[in-house]
């Protein structure tokens, strides 16, 4: 079994930055890849962000390239998920979640395991 915990959600104003981070514990964690997603009221999951575990290969929703970036800390089993230049729209519930086999990161249903969640407020 695999735990997540995010952190770093919290209010900003717009055109401010946020890290979040994301931290895996329990068995020792030998996934394929790390995904972030994010979740407004009465709607989908939305791919935000992913990288591989082992060769540190990212990807990104192509709306939030150049604003969000990816990183991951292999021995505290970490991600980070750095936001810049937030906007209002950012405004959601952000969620990593970890795969442990190679399957399509864009996609939610990859994942076989998902943190509680953290929010995010981008205030106008």
């Known amino acids: 079994q695999v735990q997540l915990v995010e952190s770093g959600g919290g209010l900003v104003q717009a055109g401010g930055s946020l890290r979040l981070s994301c931290a895996a514990s329990?068995?020792?964690?030998?996934?394929?890849?790390m995904g972030w997603f994010r979740q407004t009221p009465g709607k989908e999951r939305e791919f935000v962000a992913a990288?591989?575990?082992?060769?540190?290969?990212?990807f990104y929703a192509d709306s939030l390239k150049g604003r969000f970036s990816l990183s991951r800390d292999n021995l505290k089993n970490t991600a980070y998920l750095q936001m810049n230049s937030l906007k209002p729209e950012d405004t959601a519930v952000y969620y990593c979640?970890?795969?442990?086999?190679?399957?399509?990161?864009?996609?939610?249903?990859?994942?076989?395991?998902w943190g509680q969640g953290t929010q995010v407020t981008v205030s106008s």
């Open positions: 990288i591989t575990w082992s060769g540190g290969r990212t």
């Open positions: 979640a970890a795969q442990t086999e190679p399957r399509t990161v864009r996609l939610a249903v990859s994942y076989a395991y």
């Open positions: 329990g068995r020792t964690f030998s996934g394929y890849a």
